[in-house]
């Protein structure tokens, strides 16, 4: 029992009876959220206030009792402790009255105000401990101003609101904590980082490093193109870029270093390959469904328009690798260390079942909550296929609790996110925020993009991906429908800059994970991740000015825009490694450069026109002239690269 105790809390520090009390009741909450969840997302059964609210009550309560664990003092434990028992109130309340709340047309009564409070602190508790005293000041900023706006002069006051009536908004209806973020966490998000878990269980992850090893591992450079695919499609899955760098990073970075790959350079290529899973479909660190819920766009459009800028970032990150190989002569691996596709294919393929399932149904139309649920019934099918993959009942107990840890931190953003919702959909400063930003910017799209950019960036800096996103949609994001941009473009648009503090400092929380790794600067694999990772900093302006690459408009703008982009990205790849078989001079790095910008810079005018045609010629025989230099120049300075 005490092992089972140390796998379901590994950084408790309490130990003996308590410790094994505290397992118990979080792996008995685990498994009762994941038999719900998984029962109501195949059956239905609970309308969306209680849903939400037994799916917080029994995540709380868990998130609670961790935090409790990982505390040497008595007192906080008692306090937690007490915590959690009333975090298990709400749902169960809102369930045996929610006809009596319909029929009082949910005005607060005393118990609903004691309940509401209640979960308010347990709020920032959770939030407080899984995400940090951002969102908590956020929170506390909001619940404030919604009493005391009417000290506040101006059309930035109003008249304050009560205990009773923000419970009534806030508790008693899907407008706050039970609000949207809530529902797409208990719909979504928990079970596709179920599936997550239980797959990387089973072994998937060493199927992704294989397949991608066996893909990549004859090419110059071979190891760092193993991480990029590996952790790309690792991290897809998991939705966390320092879950991806702290998981695929041990086995990738050491090989990157022996392979001649500088600690800096091996650090910012497993943190840039990682974040590549925040925006890969089919996943997106769960933000693509919470972009379906908050503006109301299928997830499969959604899902399609996110893939092309995606893979815009993936094709550049193997390109800048790709020619590190090259500018430093890395070695080459043994034809005889590399397995076959085919190989591995045959041995393990069977294992991305689940992943085939679960894209089939996407795309043939189920929702994404049945259609998880299948893929999840597939990997219970094909696991017990083969001793290595198969998974007994306690481990698979301990994959619920697992995947009970890894959403608290959501199950906190969207918790807090809802109250911050709640209170400026009640008070309307949300959209006098995006005002702010209009009036700031003028009519000009440009200065708006440009500010919103900057909102999103330190608005985003250190928070999950998930968090971010809720956060920014309800901020940021109304400030640019005003200009007619379409619906998902914009949000796309902040999606993009709430993440890249990943990689960025002063948080740059992967690139730092990273660089731990390698045994790196951590600032300078934090630059150096920027360098590699580039397109998330100038896609979002490249797709909303040539929305093709979210396949919006006519098929021919499409490729157009799609062609551009992609020689664009590998002409700026190139540029900023200085090295195409062979060296690059600062002469034919801006010439690839100032290509790069006239293939993708921004135009009014239609793809088709002639003088559009005309500029993106000239970006295309700039970046060919360069190409025909180092083609002409390798001839003579031809050099075998090492085997090792």
Known sequence: MEKFATQVLPKAKIDGAEKTIVALVIAVLGLAVTGMLLYTSYFGGLTALLLRSMFFSMMAAAGLLVIASNTRLPLVRAVLYLLAIAAMLPGPYLYENYHQIIRRGAIANDMDKALFVATIVIVLVLARAYIGRTMVAISVLALAYAYLGYLIPGEYGHSGYSTGRLASN???????????????????????????????????GQTFVDLAHALTGRVQGGPALTAVVSSTLFSSINGSAVAGVVTTGTFTI??????????????????????????????????????????????????????IPALLYVLALLVAVRLEAGKFNMARAQDEDVPSVLHVLTSRGYMLAPLVVLVGFLIYGYTPMKSVVFAIATALIIMPMTKATRISPMNLLLTTTETVRNTLSVVAAVATAGVLIGVLTLTGLALQISSLILDVGGDSMFLVLIFTMFASFVLGLGLPTSAAYLLLAILVAPALEGFGLPLIAGHMFIFYYGLISAITPPVALAAYAGASIAGAGANETAFESIRLGFVKLIIPFVFIYSPGLLLIGSPASVILQTTAAVIGVTALATAFTGWLMVPLNIFYRAMLIAGAVLLLWPTSMPDTDPRSLAIRVAGLALCGAVVVFARLSSRTHHKEPVRS
Request: no cysteine; hydrophobic share 55%.
């Open 170 to 204: 806030l508790f008693l209806r899907t407008e706050g904590v039970f609000g949207i973020p809530m529902g797409v966490a208990a719909q979504y998000i928990f079970l596709f980082s179920f599936l997550g878990v239980l797959l990387m269980k089973s072994g998937l």
């Open 254 to 307: 050491p090989l990157m270093k022996r392979a001649g790959y500088r600690p800096k350079t091996a650090g910012a290529i497993e943190a840039a390959a990682s974040s590549a899973g925040q925006i890969m479909p089919p996943v997106m660190g769960a933000a693509a469904f919470l972009m379906a819920e908050m503006t109301g766009i299928p997830y499969v459009t959604i899902a399609m328009a996110a893939l």
